[in-house]
């Protein structure tokens, strides 16, 4: 094991215990060119969104492990409102964030997107991409 910063005993056994889970975060600073970049304690990197405000929502989602999934029911669009689920979703995971009957009830599985037909029947455990869309059959 590698500790790159300082920390306390009490901290350290806390990680070992599994009791403290940390999770990913960011930082968005603005004005950066009133800041020096070399000064910046942590890990960077620099996002102009000025240029692609669609960028930056991506990098945020990227870096903290989430996806996007959208929903549809047979014969109709895809909801505009997605489901943020964690990166290695799959569909039970979609179905149980919908209801915990419609997981049990679950018997097969549609998604455009990240397949390799649009509308390809999968697996439960197919894992989603970011942006897919999933139809849930009952």
């Known amino acids: ?17 599994g009791s403290v889970v940390y999770r990913p975060c960011f930082v968005l600073l603005t004005k950066t060119d009133l800041c020096p970049t070399p000064s910046l304690p942590i890990p960077f990197k620099v996002i102009d969104a000025g240029k692609d405000p669609g960028e930056l929502k991506r990098e945020i989602f990227q870096s903290l492990g989430l996806i996007r999934v959208y929903t549809k029911k047979p014969n109709e669009e895809p909801s505009d409102k997605p489901l943020v689920l964690p990166k290695g979703s799959t569909p039970v995971d979609v179905a149980r ?15 455009w997107g990240s397949t390799r037909f649009p509308g390809q029947w999968v697996p439960r455990d197919y894992p989603l991409q970011d942006g897919d869309v999933v139809e849930l059959h009952t």
């Open 97 to 111: 964030a919908i209801h915990k009957e419609l997981e049990r009830e679950m018997r097969a599985v549609r998604v």
């Open 1 to 17: 094991m590698v500790v790159e910063e300082r920390i306390t005993p009490q901290t350290f056994e806390e990680v070992l215990e």
